[in-house]
C-alpha cells in the first residue's frame, strides 16, 4: 500500500481517538458531573481543631481513604467534602444526652436515626446535632409514638369501652405494645381517635 | 473502493476494540467517584495509550487476514506510527494528573512512599518512552536488528503487564467489574496472540523445513540464497510476495527476517526451489547471509505480501525499482514473461553506479525476449561513455518514456531506498498517475 495513504491513515485514526477521549470526559462528566461536592459525601464532623486535619483520622494506610484518592494533596479534601447540612435538635434536652436514643434510637421509625448512625455512641449526639436555640426549651413530643399513624379506635366510647383498661389490661396481660407501657392509660385519646364506626 | 470497504471493516473493528471498555465505563460509572474533566481526560489518554500498545502486537503478529488486506509492509508502519501515537498519549496521561489541582507533582517522581499502582505506572511509562525510543533511534544508537528485536519483544510485554497492573491496581473505572472483566478478556486475548506469535506458528514450520541449496554472489553486493523444502513440496506465491526466513536448527528462533522472492513464483522448479536476494546492508545481511554455505537448514514463514501484480488490475505495469529493491520486480517480470503477458511493462532500474546494478544481465536477456518489455536504467554515477539516463529517476525520466496517453491507467510498483519511495509517492500523483495505483513496499523501519 502507499506510504502516504497509511501515514494518512494513522493520522485520522489519531484524530479520532483524541477526540474519543474529549467524548469521553464530555460524557463523563455528564454522568458524574465534575464538581465533586454534588456526590461526594459531605464531611459530617463539626467545625473544630481535632477535625480540621482530615488525615489525622483518614489514612490510605487503614483503608479509610479510598484508593483512588491516594494522590489528592490533603488540604484539598473539603473542594469536594463540603461540610454537611446538620439537623438540629428542635427541643430542650431535657433527659441528658445519652437518652437521646430511647426516642430516635430505631431507624425505621419516625424520626429515627438514620441506620448509618448505628456506629455511635450513644453520648456523642450532640457533637454533631446541637439543640436549636430557638426551641431550647419546647418539651419533646412524647417518646416512642408514632406521629402518623396511631390506629383509629374500632369500637364507640361509650358504655363499657369507656374504661380502656377493661379489655386492654394496661396493668396486667396487656394488649398494648411494649413501647406503650410508660404511657398512661388515660391519654390514650391523645392520639387514638374514634374510628368510622361509630 | 476494495481498499476503502476493507479500511472500513478492519479500523471499524480496530476502533471498536480499543474503545469498547471506554463507552462500558462511561455506562457503567457510579458517580460517586466523580472527579474533575482533566482528570477525566487524563484516565482516556492513559487508557488509550495502553490500549493502542496492547494491539501492536496484533498487528505485526501475521495474521493472514489483516495482513492479506493491507500487506506485512504498511502493517508494520502502521505499527512504529501507532507506537509513537500512543507515547504522545502515554505522555498526556501523567502531564493532564498534575495540571488538575487535586494531584501533585510528586505523582511523576518514583518514590519509596509511592502505593505500588503509581509506581509499576511509572515503570510502564519508562519502558514505554524505552520502546519508542529505541525504535526510532535505532541506527544513531548502533544497536544492531537482533538485539533491538530481543529487547522490543522483552520490553513491550514488560510494558503491557506494569501498564495492565496500573490500571488494574489503581484505576477509578477499573474499579467497576464489568470493566475489570473486560480488561481481563484483553489480557487474556494478548496473551494468546502471543503465544500463537512465538510458539504455534515457529510450531507449525517445525515439519516444514528448507534447506540452503546455492549461495551465489550478485552484482550490487548482493547475495542470492536458492533453497530447497525438505520433506514437503513447498509453495507457490504472487510475484513480488515475501517470507520470512531464518536459519538454524529451530524455528524458535527470534532472529527471522522479511525477504522478497526473486524466483519466479508462477512455475517454481520440479523439486519446489526458491530464490531469495538479500544485500548488504545490515548486521545479519551482511555478517551472516554471505557465510551461509549449501545443506544450511532454513526456516521460511509466507508467503505474504500485497505488493504484487495479481492483485491490481491495469492497462500496463510501471515497475520502479532502486538497488536491491529491483528483487521483488525481478520476480514479477519473471512471470508476466512465464504468462506471455502482452501488457506494456515499463521497468526503470535505478542504481548508484553500473556495478550496483543488480541481475542486470539478466534484465537485459529479458528485455531481448520480452517485446512488451521497456528497460530504462539510470545510474547515479556513471561512466561518460553511458548511454542510459543520469542522476535520479524524475518525472522527466518517467514521461520520456512512457506512453503519454496510457501511463495513467498502469499499475506503479516502486521498492528502494527510501528517498526513492517517497520521492515516487509524490512525482507521479504530480504527472497525474492516481495515487492508488502507485505501491510502495517498506521494511527498514528501524
Not at chain 2, 517480470?333 to 526503470?348: G, I, N, S, W, Y
Amino acid at each position: 500500500m502507499n506510504h502516504r495513504i497509511v501515514s494518512t491513515v494513522v493520522i485520522i485514526i489519531v484524530t479520532m481517538f483524541a477526540a474519543s477521549a474529549l467524548l469521553f470526559t464530555w460524557a463523563a462528566v455528564l454522568v458524574a458531573p465534575a464538581d465533586g461536592a454534588v456526590y461526594a459525601p459531605a464531611d459530617p464532623h463539626p467545625p473544630a481543631r481535632r477535625t480540621a486535619n482530615c488525615v489525622g483520622c483518614h489514612t490510605v494506610g487503614e483503608g479509610s481513604i479510598p484508593v483512588t484518592h491516594r494522590n489528592y494533596r490533603v488540604d484539598t479534601c473539603s473542594a469536594c467534602h463540603r461540610p454537611s447540612v446538620r439537623r438540629l435538635v428542635p427541643h430542650a434536652i431535657t433527659m441528658g444526652e445519652s437518652r437521646c436514643v430511647l426516642c430516635h434510637g430505631e431507624p425505621a421509625r419516625d424520626l429515627g436515626m438514620p441506620v448509618g448512625h448505628l456506629r455511635f455512641e450513644s453520648g456523642e449526639c450532640l457533637l454533631c446535632h446541637p439543640v436549636d436555640h430557638r426551641f431550647y426549651d419546647r418539651q419533646p413530643a412524647p417518646a416512642g409514638l408514632s406521629l402518623n399513624f396511631a390506629a383509629d379506635i374500632a369500637h364507640p366510647l361509650g358504655g363499657v369501652f369507656q374504661d380502656c383498661d377493661r379489655c386492654h389490661h394496661v396493668e396486667t396481660r396487656s394488649t398494648l405494645p411494649d413501647n406503650h407501657r410508660e404511657f398512661a392509660v388515660e391519654t390514650c385519646m391523645d392520639c387514638h381517635e374514634t374510628g368510622r364506626a361509630e | 473502493m476494495k481498499l476503502i470497504i476493507r479500511g472500513v471493516f478492519w479500523f471499524g473493528l480496530y476502533l471498536t476494540l480499543i474503545l469498547f471498555p471506554l463507552i462500558a465505563g462511561i455506562v457503567f460509572f457510579q458517580p460517586d467517584q466523580a472527579a474533575s474533566p482533566l482528570i477525566y481526560l487524563a484516565i482516556a489518554a492513559g487508557y488509550i495509550a495502553l490500549a493502542l500498545m496492547a494491539t501492536e502486537l496484533a498487528l505485526v503478529s501475521r495474521f493472514k487476514g489483516v495482513a492479506g488486506a493491507f500487506g506485512l509492509d504498511s502493517l508494520l508502519q502502521f505499527h512504529r506510527q501507532i507506537g509513537i501515537a500512543a507515547m504522545f498519549f502515554a505522555t498526556a496521561h501523567p502531564v493532564l494528573l498534575v495540571a488538575d489541582r487535586a494531584y501533585s507533582r510528586s505523582l511523576v517522581v518514583p518514590s519509596t512512599n509511592a502505593p505500588w499502582p503509581v509506581t509499576v505506572g511509572i515503570a510502564a511509562f519508562v519502558l514505554a518512552a524505552l520502546v519508542v525510543g529505541l525504535s526510532v533511534y535505532r541506527r544513531q544508537l548502533r544497536m544492531s536488528y537482533g538485539v533491538w528485536h530481543i529487547t522490543h519483544s522483552l520490553i513491550s510485554i514488560a510494558l503491557i503487564g506494569f501498564a495492565a497492573a496500573h490500571v488494574l491496581g489503581l484505576g477509578r473505572f477499573a474499579a467497576l467489574p464489568v470493566v475489570r472483566a473486560l480488561w481481563a478478556v484483553y489480557l487474556a486475548f494478548f496473551v494468546i496472540m502471543y503465544l500463537r506469535y512465538r510458539l504455534f506458528r515457529p510450531l507449525s514450520l517445525m515439519h516444514r523445513p528448507w534447506q540452503v541449496v546455492e549461495n551465489r554472489t550478485e552484482h550490487g553486493n548482493s547475495h542470492t540464497l536458492v533453497l530447497r523444502p525438505v520433506g514437503h513440496e513447498g509453495f507457490r506465491f504472487e510475484p513480488g510476495q515475501f517470507a520470512w526466513i531464518g536459519f538454524g536448527r529451530s524455528p524458535f528462533a527470534i532472529d527471522q527476517h522479511p525477504i522478497s522472492f526473486s524466483s519466479n513464483g508462477d512455475i517454481p522448479s520440479h523439486d519446489g526451489t526458491i530464490a531469495f536476494t538479500i544485500k548488504r546492508l545490515g548486521d545479519w545481511s551482511a555478517q551472516v547471509v554471505p557465510d551461509v554455505v549449501p545443506g544450511t537448514r532454513a526456516w521460511v514463514d509466507g508467503p505474504y505480501g500485497v505488493f504484487t501484480i495479481d492483485r491490481e488490475e491495469g492497462a500496463g505495469y510501471c515497475l520502479i525499482g532502486g538497488g536491491v529493491g529491483i528483487t521483488p520486480l525481478y520476480a514479477m517480470l519473471q512471470a508476466l514473461e512465464t504468462r506471455e503477458d502482452p501488457r506494456p511493462v515499463f521497468m526503470f532500474h535505478a542504481a548508484n553506479d553500473f556495478d550496483d546494478l543488480t541481475f542486470r544481465e539478466e534484465l537485459d536477456a529479458m528485455a531481448e525476449r520480452m517485446p512488451s518489455l521497456t528497460l530504462v536504467t539510470v545510474l547515479l554515477r556513471a561512466e561518460d561513455d553511458w548511454e542510459g539516463e543520469r542522476g535520479f529517476v524524475t518525472a522527466e525520466i518517467l514521461t520520456k518514456y512512457l506512453p503519454a496517453t496510457l501511463y495513467r491507467r498502469f499499475q506503479y510498483f516502486i521498492c528502494g531506498p527510501g528517498p526513492l519511495m517517497d520521492a515516487m509517492e509524490k512525482t507521479l500523483p504530480a504527472i497525474g498517475v492516481p495515487g492508488e495505483r502507485v505501491h510502495t513496499e517498506r521494511f527498514d523501519m528501524v
